[in-house]
Structure formats: structure tokens, C-alpha cells
DNA sequence: GAGTGGTCTAGACCACTAC
DNA sequence: TAGTGGTCTAGACCACTCC
């Protein structure tokens, strides 16, 4: 192991970040080169050794701030909610409506939800934020005929897992789901509040009526890999060290 | 969208790498610099971006190279094996036994195995390749009555699901898995042969017997993520965009 | 306007790999 | 031994955010 100069000062930064609470601004890299001496290169390394490791989050112009990943599950028994899933992590989630228009479905999204293509749909596409800090976006793909009111319904309820069961009656889980890391392309990073190139989630789901079986809706949602730790169960919860049994 | 320098030079050493097939070397940092007429700061910038987005592999003193990720994927129905795995993706798989060690279940290997703690199993530790290059490291637990004959049997015969159908009669599946994105710590990134702080895949996963649901083994591996595109689906696949039906 | 992170120059030395 | 990527200095200008 090497005994370089940022990553001494980095190893000196993780100890100190350990004991802050998330969000709490930290010094630059300017303040940061002159603390230990050193040029900004050798500051600068140690601050994007601490980003890489998802523990701090810089903002251009804004500054340094401690960061702290939510355990985002995903498994046949739980609750495909966005509102759910972050808050059985200990966090707070919010989530803005950004357009909510009639389209037809794409042709790999009716493929997904056992429709024709070109059938009438609704494209909900969202951001959505823990503890106020943006983690999550992109689209979610509803028949018309499935819920022919989500337009107006969106307006007063940000949760479709909610709408979904108040006014179409049903109880979505998922029938199918898909995770994989990949790279920001501009869009996303856009839409994510990130830079390009950036690791994010992509995961699709299926969602049913878990009564009839009936095909809901088709996610296609972008999460950021340095706010949330996705952890995908297949086969039932894994049970872990700790809580054993 | 900035109009940077590093960016610029990104934006076409993609476009010509795309080209190139896997593994090919490509010009170094203090080349390209003298190519586009800038510091070496900003092509070691563009280098850097090329290896964010996993597009090429760079070795310290030994040149940088095109890459390819290869997909894993896992599914309830998709056999536990990497050999088979690597292979459906169109590479060529390879392992390496580190040790096979008879070790006492640790308490949570015992827990997700069902046994009691400290009941004699072996530890086979092993380093993973998909063309030749390191992908995957970690560990495979495995109840000494389940196999008694692992250490000798796997000098033979390096796929551990071959040898629990030869020597076990069993056919392995998965009885339960889990995947996350993790940060590597020394240790790993020793094993991975990747720098400490890269973007790991940590896979769990638990393999029963289809026939007799008996638990076979409990495995912990680790994956580079610029290595294989792990790929987790849940209720069965997902039909893909251009494979409708 | 002050401070921040992002980009960039023009050098330098080093450890490592390949030959 | 030549070349590579990794580290580092001591500057600089910029766009951006916060106040």
C-alpha cells in the first residue's frame, strides 16, 4: 500500500467525517492544501478519493458537505414504493412531479406491460429527493385505461403507490424487476443533478395487482450509486449477521 | 453541457476506441497531451473520464487498454455458475484456487446455511478471470459433509457447481442471493487486482440442491464493476426491448 | 464580492512494466 | 533502458453559489 500524500489526507479526513452528521459542510480544497501543506493537486486527489468513496458530496460554487447512503431494498416482498423503501431506511423522501403527458406506449414498454404498442399511456416522469437531497429520477409508464385520472390525481398526492391503491383499487407489488450499474449519459446526469459520466442504478420494474395479476405500470427509474446503496434480494430476504434465525 | 478541453479529447478517443476491438493498447497520457497540444493535466483528465465510464483499463507503468464488460447475470433460473455465466456472455471464464482451507462455519456463513456455528466446512478461496483478466475474487463456504472430498476434488476440476453434480449427484440453484455496489477496501482490491476505493460488486448467494432443496454452499464474491455488468433480475427475466414476446 | 470546485499549464520525480 | 501511469508543485483563470 502506498504511503502517498493524498491518501494520507484522505485517510485523515474519513476519521474526522466519521463522527459529523450528514450534510455537514466541510472545508475546500483550498483550505484543505494549506492545512497540510501541500499543492492543490495533492488536495484535490484526496478530496475526490473521499467522493469516489460516496462519503462527501461537492457542489461547483457550493462547497463540501459529509454524505450518508440509504439502503434502497428491492425483493418480491416488499412494497415497490419509492415513499416506502426510503423511509423504512430512516430517511425522508420527497418527490416532484416534472411532466405527467399522454403518449403512446413505446414499443419496449408495451412489450413489457403485455400491451400494443402504440396504446394510450400516460409518462409520469419524476425527481425525487431523500432528506431533501436528489437521489432518483425517471419515468413511469401507466395505461390510460389502468388509471384515466392520474393527471388530476398527481396534482394532490405525489405518491403513485398510494394513487394506485386509492383510486384504481389495486395493490401493486413487483412481478418483475431488473438492476444494473451503468454510466450517466448527459440526460440522466441532468436529471440527476450529477456529473456525466457518474455511477448511477438503472432499474425497471413490473408492477402488478397482486389480487389479479394484472400488469400496472413500467418503471424505468435512474438512481444515484452515491445516495443510495441498492441491495436486490432474489429468493426472499437474505437474513444477515446480526439479526439471525 | 460544458465545451472543456479533457471533455473534447473524451468525446473522440470514444469515438475512435469504439472501433478498436477488447484489449487493444492505446496511446498513453504523455502522447495524447503532445496529440491535442495540451498539459498533461488535462489528457490525464480525458484518460481518467474513459476509465469512469469503464471503456478502457489502465495499468501502472504497463500502458492503457480497450475494455469490454461483459454482462452476469442472475436469476432464479439461471444456474449458480460462473463458468457458465461468463461463458453465456460470449467470454472465456478462468479460475484460480488461492487456498481451500477446512475452516469452523464463522456465525453468519452458519446462518445463512442453516447450520450450527462453528460446524467444519471449507473455506475455497478463489480468483476469478473472464478473458484472462481478474473479475472476480471471494470465497465459497461449503459444509464438510456436503463434499467431503473438495480439497482433492477441485485440483481436477475447478468449477465447484461441476464437481457438486459429479461428486454430490446435486444440481445446484440459487436459493437466495443478493448484489450491492460497494467501495473496495485494501483487502479486496488486493484481490481484484483494482485500486482501493474502486466500484465493486459484492455478491451473496446461498445454492441449494433443486431436487432436495438441501442448502449446498453460501458464496461471497467480489466483482470489479468495470469488469462484468451484473445484471439482477427478479420474477423472472424481462423480456428486452428487441426481443419482444 | 468572496469563496468554491472545475479546469488547465509547464514543469518535475517516482515506481512500475515491458523489452 | 525506455516508456507508462501515479503523484505533486506553484501557479492561473473560470463559472458558479452564497450572502
Redesign the interface.
Known amino acids: 500500500?502506498p504511503e502517498t500524500r493524498f491518501r494520507h489526507i484522505a485517510d485523515r479526513l474519513v476519521s474526522e467525517y466519521a463522527e459529523l452528521p450528514p450534510g455537514t459542510k466541510v472545508a475546500g480544497e483550498h483550505e484543505i492544501a494549506e492545512r497540510f501543506g501541500v499543492g492543490r493537486a495533492a488536495a484535490r486527489a484526496a478530496m475526490q478519493?473521499l467522493q469516489?468513496?460516496?462519503l462527501v458530496r461537492r457542489i461547483k460554487g457550493g462547497g463540501t458537505y459529509t454524505a450518508k447512503r440509504i439502503d434502497y431494498m428491492?425483493?418480491?416482498d416488499r412494497a415497490p414504493s419509492w415513499s416506502r423503501t426510503v423511509r423504512d431506511a430512516g430517511a425522508v423522501p420527497r418527490s416532484v412531479v416534472l411532466s405527467c403527458d399522454p403518449l403512446d406506449l413505446p414499443?419496449?414498454v408495451a412489450?413489457?406491460l403485455g400491451r400494443a404498442p402504440d396504446e394510450a399511456g400516460y409518462r409520469l416522469r419524476r425527481r425525487s429527493f431523500t432528506d431533501d437531497l436528489p437521489a432518483s429520477w425517471g419515468d413511469e409508464w401507466v395505461p390510460v385505461d389502468v388509471l384515466p385520472q392520474l393527471p388530476t390525481a398527481i396534482r394532490h398526492e405525489s405518491s403513485l403507490h398510494e394513487i394506485l391503491r386509492q383510486m384504481a383499487g389495486a395493490s401493486p407489488e413487483?412481478?418483475?424487476?431488473?438492476?444494473?450499474?451503468?454510466?450517466a449519459s448527459?440526460e440522466v446526469a441532468e436529471g440527476l443533478e450529477c456529473a456525466?459520466?457518474?455511477?448511477v442504478?438503472l432499474v425497471?420494474s413490473?408492477n402488478r395487482d397482486a389480487a389479479s395479476g394484472r400488469l400496472l405500470c413500467f418503471t424505468r427509474r435512474w438512481i444515484r450509486?452515491d445516495a443510495m446503496?441498492?441491495?436486490?434480494?432474489?429468493?426472499?430476504?437474505?437474513?444477515?449477521?446480526d439479526a439471525?434465525?
Open positions: 500500500m478519493e469516489r468513496r460516496m428491492i425483493s418480491a414499443h419496449d412489450v413489457h413487483r412481478a418483475s424487476s431488473r438492476a444494473s450499474i451503468e454510466v448527459d456525466t459520466g457518474d455511477p442504478w425497471e413490473v450509486a446503496r441498492v441491495v436486490f434480494e432474489l429468493g426472499g430476504s437474505v437474513p444477515s449477521a439471525p434465525g
